[in-house]
């Protein structure tokens, strides 16, 4: 249960710590917050040669809004963003996503380009990007990119990133007028990974009824996964509890044979998604409403 | 790119420093390096938070961090709380109200209400309850842990109290 041997570099400059990478992609790993990474590494399941720490590179970790949008650093402890009076006030799910997070003292350290990039389909915040459109910054040795959150997870721990490319910056649209929110999942513990989870946001057109709505399950395939065809029978169609309930079932159905381990079989965890996905629809909507 | 490091962190106050290993963890350069056993080793990888210390004044799994990480840091531990032959408030209060019984997870979960309460010395219980939520206890049934939280934060306050009127 201690690290296996390693070199360690930790690089002043993000053009350094791409260099390095570059240098020895199949061979290194970046360390961001560690929260992922060092448990992997004290069980060693990763033995990585080189360890490449961003701690040292200036003005990685922002948390500001750019003309309704909120920018992040990939640095950016998760505490920051619980932190942050911009993501309290402007930002309600970002918030919410946050805090269901393991606990305060892995956030304090956890970073939130780390979680992203290392994209555990049961996290919150790859969820998050998926259920906001947001976009995100990689940087490599041809510079920046941006990357929709929807073509960025591409299987189990594995993205769109290129080997030397470095998550540099999460920019998270806010939620438009009349939209609301929800967050739901369901863990053993509150701080657990969830073993199903879902994510909604319900736009509200005049007269009551819904204008769109957008759904991401997660914990239940190896990427989290936006039920878009589910999603398609909310427009235009008056709030009812029929409706969350077909919504989420046609979503629970479409998913592919959830993961089956010692904590929920995989009947389990498509039953929960599709439970997780109604409830969050009926939340958002009644938010919507307010 | 290094497999060794010269490090140096101050911790309670004092300096410390030495040539490590640079897969050494946080938890066992303050338990090996700097002699300082208070602060326990128990999962390795960031759950229980027997670890748990405050790293620039945020409670961190010590475990899960490597000691080149806190290079140049304010490191604080249990052995930090009592300022001298008395106990801190926090102590007081887990002892007064049976907050522990083997003692093995207390470190870690006076470091992180001790963080907590100096973020905000009012916290709801619902605050309260997450942050005892990242911290395990196989003993007490966590009660008499909270117990032992509300009644610091009284002490604190009142010790403040009478501070401000002193």
């Not at chain 1, 350094?16 to 360390?31: G, M």
Request: hydrophobic share 40%; glycine share 8%; aromatic share 4%.
């Amino acid at each position: 249960m201690k690290p296996p041997s390693f070199e360690y570099a930790d690089p002043k400059s993000l053009d350094d710590a791409v260099r390095l990478l570059e240098e020895h992609e199949f061979e290194a790993k970046i360390l961001s917050g560690g929260q992922s990474l060092m448990p992997l590494l004290n069980m060693r399941l990763a033995r990585p040669e080189l360890l490449i720490d961003l701690a040292k590179i200036p003005d990685l970790d922002h948390v500001r809004e750019e003309a309704g949008t909120l920018v992040v650093g990939g640095m950016a402890r998760q505490r920051a963003l619980e932190l942050s009076p911009i993501v309290r006030e402007r930002f309600p799910l970002v918030y919410d996503a946050t805090m269901h997070i393991a606990h305060p003292q892995n956030r304090n350290q956890g970073t939130v380009g780390g979680s992203i990039a290392h994209a555990d389909p049961a996290a919150e915040l790859p969820a998050l990007v998926m259920v906001t459109d947001a976009e995100i910054v990689a940087t490599g040795p041809d510079g920046a990119r941006t990357i929709a959150a929807d073509e960025f997870f591409v299987t189990y721990l594995t993205t769109s990133m290129e080997g030397a490319e470095i998550l540099t910056e999460v920019r998270i649209p806010a939620l438009g007028p009349s939209t609301g929110h929800s967050l739901q999942e369901l863990a053993r513990r509150h701080g657990d990974f969830a073993l199903a989870g879902a994510m909604a946001t319900v736009t509200l057109a005049g007269g009551g009824t819904i204008e769109s709505g957008r759904l991401v399950l997660f914990g239940v395939g190896a990427t989290p996964i936006r039920a878009r065809d589910a999603e398609q029978l909310l427009a235009g169609e008056k709030p009812s509890d029929a409706l969350f309930e077909a919504v989420a079932a046609k979503a629970a159905a479409e998913l592919d044979e959830p993961l089956s381990d010692v904590h929920a079989s995989a009947e389990y965890r498509r039953s929960l998604a599709g439970v997780m996905a109604k409830r969050a629809l009926a939340e958002a909507t009644a938010r919507a409403a307010v | 790119m290094d497999t060794t490091r010269k490090i140096q962190m101050n911790v309670n106050g004092t300096s410390y420093s030495d040539e490590i290993d640079v897969r050494t963890t946080l938890v066992d350069f303050l338990r090996v390096n700097c002699g300082l056993t208070g602060t326990h080793v128990g999962c390795e990888h960031g759950v229980c938070g027997a670890c748990t210390i405050l790293w620039n004044g945020n409670a961190v799994r010590s475990c899960i961090m490597l000691a080149v990480q806190a290079d140049g840091s304010e490191i604080s531990t249990v052995e930090g709380l009592a300022p001298g032959s008395e106990l801190h408030p926090i102590q007081q209060a887990f002892m007064e109200e049976h907050g522990l019984q083997c003692g093995f997870c207390t470190p870690g979960f006076m470091m992180s209400i001790y963080e907590m309460i100096s973020r905000n010395p009012d916290p709801s219980d619902e605050e309260i309850k997450d942050v005892l939520g990242g911290q395990i206890c196989r003993c007490t049934g966590y009660q008499t842990i909270f117990k032992a939280v509300r009644s610091a934060i009284d002490k604190m306050a009142a010790a403040n109290k009478s501070a401000a009127q002193g």
